[in-house]
C-alpha cells in the first residue's frame, strides 16, 4: 500500500486518524506538528529513510500521510486534498472546537477508504491528471525530516513490513478473484451465444425440412 498514514489535525490536536499496518508513525507525526507550527496555508514533504510524511496545512486545518518514496507526491497531495474537502464539508465549523480525536471513531474510516483508493485505483491518479489541480505539488521540496526534528528527538521509524506483504497478498487474491469472475462471465456469455447459434440451426434445418416435406403435396 503506497499510503500507509494519514491524519486530520486542528494545530497539535489530533481529531482523526487511521493506519494501515502496524507502526510509530503517530508519534513522529506528532513531533511533526509540535515542530511546524502556524496557520498559513502550505505544503510540505519530510522523508525518512523510504517514507515520506506529506503535509497540508489550510486554513488552520492540517492532513498529513506518510506514504512510501515509490508514492511520488501527486498522488499523495491529492489524497490530503481530498480527506481536507471530506472533512470540512462533513463538520464545518465544528472543527474549530473540536476535541481531540472527537471525530475518529467516524472519520477513520473514511481516512481507511481513501488510502486504499488512492494506494491501489489506478483512476485515483488517472482523475488527477485530468483534474490538473495539483501543479502547485511540483513546487514542493522534499526535505529531510532532519530539518524539522532535532537528532535526538527524533525516533525510528518503525513499519511492520509484514502487514505491507499480507496487505498486497490481500490485494493479489482480491484482483485474483476478479480475473476469475471476469473468465466465468465471459464463459458464460460465450455458452449462451453458442446455445443460440444450435438452435437457430436446428430452427433452419427444421423449417427447411418441414418445407421439403410440404413441396410434393403442393405440386399434386
Same mark, same amino acid.
Given at each position: 500500500?503506497?499510503?500507509?498514514?494519514?491524519?486530520?489535525?486542528? &494545530? #497539535?490536536?489530533?481529531?482523526?486518524?487511521?493506519?494501515?499496518? +502496524?507502526?510509530? @508513525?503517530?508519534? $513522529? +507525526?506528532?513531533?511533526?506538528?509540535?515542530?511546524?507550527?502556524?496557520?498559513?496555508?502550505?505544503?510540505?514533504?519530510?522523508?525518512?529513510?523510504?517514507?515520506?510524511?506529506?503535509?497540508?496545512?489550510?486554513? &488552520?486545518?492540517?492532513?498529513?500521510?506518510?506514504?512510501?518514496?515509490?508514492? &511520488?507526491?501527486?498522488?499523495?497531495? +491529492?489524497?490530503?486534498?481530498? %480527506?481536507?474537502?471530506?472533512?470540512?464539508?462533513?463538520?464545518?465549523?465544528?472543527?474549530?472546537?473540536?476535541? @481531540?480525536?472527537?471525530?475518529?471513531?467516524?472519520? #477513520?474510516?473514511?481516512? #481507511?477508504?481513501?488510502?486504499?483508493?488512492?494506494?491501489?485505483?489506478?483512476?485515483?491518479?488517472?482523475?488527477?491528471?485530468?483534474?490538473?489541480?495539483?501543479?502547485?505539488?511540483?513546487?514542493?521540496? $522534499?526535505?529531510?525530516?532532519?530539518?524539522?526534528?532535532? !537528532? &535526538?528527538?527524533?525516533?525510528?521509524?518503525?513499519?511492520? /513490513?509484514? @502487514?505491507?506483504?499480507?496487505?498486497?497478498?490481500?490485494?493479489? !487474491? /482480491?484482483?485474483?478473484?476478479?480475473?476469475?469472475?471476469?473468465?466465468?462471465? !465471459?464463459?458464460?456469455?460465450?455458452?449462451?451465444?453458442?446455445?443460440?447459434?444450435?438452435?437457430? %440451426?436446428?430452427?433452419?434445418?427444421? @423449417?427447411?425440412?418441414?418445407?421439403?416435406?410440404?413441396?410434393?403435396?403442393?405440386? /399434386?
Amino acid at each position: 500500500m503506497a499510503i500507509l498514514y494519514a491524519l486530520v489535525a486542528r &494545530g #497539535s490536536v489530533v481529531l482523526a486518524e487511521f493506519s494501515a499496518t +502496524a507502526t510509530n @508513525a503517530s508519534q $513522529i +507525526a506528532r513531533q511533526i506538528l509540535e515542530k511546524t507550527p502556524g496557520t498559513h496555508d502550505s505544503h510540505a514533504s519530510y522523508s525518512q529513510d523510504r517514507y515520506i510524511f506529506h503535509v497540508k496545512r489550510t486554513d &488552520g486545518l492540517t492532513v498529513l500521510c506518510m506514504a512510501d518514496d515509490t508514492a &511520488g507526491r501527486r498522488i499523495p497531495f +491529492a489524497f490530503l486534498e481530498d %480527506i481536507h474537502q471530506r472533512f470540512v464539508r462533513t463538520y464545518g465549523r465544528a472543527v474549530l472546537s473540536a476535541q @481531540a480525536y472527537a471525530m475518529n471513531d467516524e472519520f #477513520s474510516r473514511v481516512l #481507511s477508504q481513501q488510502m486504499e483508493y488512492y494506494s491501489n485505483d489506478p483512476n485515483a491518479d488517472r482523475i488527477n491528471r485530468l483534474k490538473g489541480e495539483m501543479s502547485q505539488v511540483r513546487n514542493v521540496m $522534499i526535505e529531510n525530516i532532519d530539518k524539522v526534528l532535532d !537528532r &535526538g528527538d527524533r525516533l525510528e521509524l518503525l513499519v511492520d /513490513k509484514t @502487514a505491507n506483504m499480507q496487505g498486497n497478498t490481500f490485494r493479489f !487474491r /482480491k484482483q485474483a478473484r476478479r480475473f476469475r469472475s471476469n473468465v466465468w462471465w !465471459r464463459n458464460v456469455k460465450l455458452t449462451v451465444a453458442l446455445i443460440i447459434l444450435l438452435l437457430v %440451426i436446428v430452427y433452419v434445418v427444421l @423449417a427447411f425440412v418441414c418445407h421439403g416435406l410440404a413441396l410434393p403435396s403442393c405440386i /399434386k
